[in-house]
């Protein structure tokens, strides 16, 4: 049984536990007053909008240089995929999976699994709901890692500034990547989980 079913709405805000009151349209949470919803008002709408918004600024992000690193006067600007085979050539094999995976796989896999989270609690599509929010908890986790080429080129910034000598400099890609980053995990945020238990009794979760 759901909550909802019972009667009983949870605050977003302080996760206290309020019984459903039928007579107002705006219910406010009994410890901090926030509002309370049964479910999260466009919650669909809303992670659509910002997941395809990241979608979009996925390909830039991509495409466009994300960093330049200049030695002695000369450099070249490198985009994240450029970064990671020059790793490879250079012998630094293990540093180049670490960025292929947390730039190149988590970012698309963000993209596809919120994609399909949505697609399959609109259209109703044979997924089990524990296959949902195991993907939805995944999805959860692996976020804060989509971070580390923006920390990775931020510590250079402000570290490797020596003129002509030596220098790093933040590209447009990085500002590309980093709103893809923001933006998938604002559509993790705004995606109300509970969406997947509402359309439990066509999934078989008993296999």
């Known amino acids: ?81 450029s970064g990671v085979i020059q790793l490879v050539q250079h012998g630094m094999i293990p540093i180049a999976a670490v960025v292929f995976i ?30 949902r929010i195991l993907m939805y908890r995944f999805i959860e986790f692996i976020g804060r890692w989509s971070m580390l080429d923006i920390f990775v080129i931020a510590i250079l910034v402000a570290v490797v500034n020596f003129g002509r000598l030596a220098s790093v400099e933040a590209n447009l890609g990085a ?10 995990m604002l559509a993790a945020v705004t995606f109300d989980p509970r969406l997947i238990w509402d359309n439990t009794e066509s999934d078989d979760d008993h296999d």
């Open 1 to 81: 049984m759901r909550a909802i079913d019972a009667g009983i709405l949870i605050c977003t805000e302080c996760h206290e536990l309020n019984r459903q009151d039928a007579d107002t349209d705006e219910q406010v949470c009994a410890r901090c007053g926030a509002l309370v919803h049964d479910r999260r008002p466009n919650s669909l709408v809303r992670t659509w909008a910002l997941l395809i918004t990241a979608a979009i600024l996925y390909i830039p992000a991509n495409i466009l240089p994300i960093m330049t690193v200049t030695s002695l006067g000369q450099g070249d600007p490198s985009t994240i995929m």
């Open 102 to 131: 947390a730039s190149i796989v988590v970012p698309t896999f963000k993209l596809v699994g919120i994609a399909l989270l949505l697609f399959s609690v609109q259209r109703h599509q044979p997924l089990s709901a524990r296959q």
């Open 175 to 184: 500002i590309a990547f980093a709103s893809v980053v923001i933006l998938t």
